[in-house]
């Protein structure tokens, strides 16, 4: 392998040391996108957090609905079964 001369050397060194150069904008650039993807992404699962609430809650009282219409329904088959008890028990 043959020996680069010093000028073709230090001009390598230039080279690498420009592209160095560059790279601490860079990292700014990515450093802000970073912080802004968090920002974006905060929202969008605050967003998604509350819209599960709701539908959680939609069914909660959904629930609550269909356990009442229950609950009278077999207050009422009590109510009709005592009936027929009393009735049965005069005969």
Known sequence: MQERSIIERV???????????TL????????????QL????R????ATR???RAEIRAGDEETRRHMRVLHE?????IATIQETG????KR
């Open 24 to 35: 601490p904008a860079r990292i700014t650039a990515v450093e802000s996108q970073l912080v």
């Open 86 to 89: 009393r009735s049965r028990r």
């Open 38 to 41: 968090r920002e974006e992404m």
């Open 43 to 46: 929202g969008e699962f605050s």
């Open 11 to 21: 001009e390598i060194l230039e080279r690498k040391v420009l592209a160095l150069e």
């Open 50 to 52: 509350e819209e599960m």
């Open 73 to 77: 329904d077999v207050i009422a088959r």
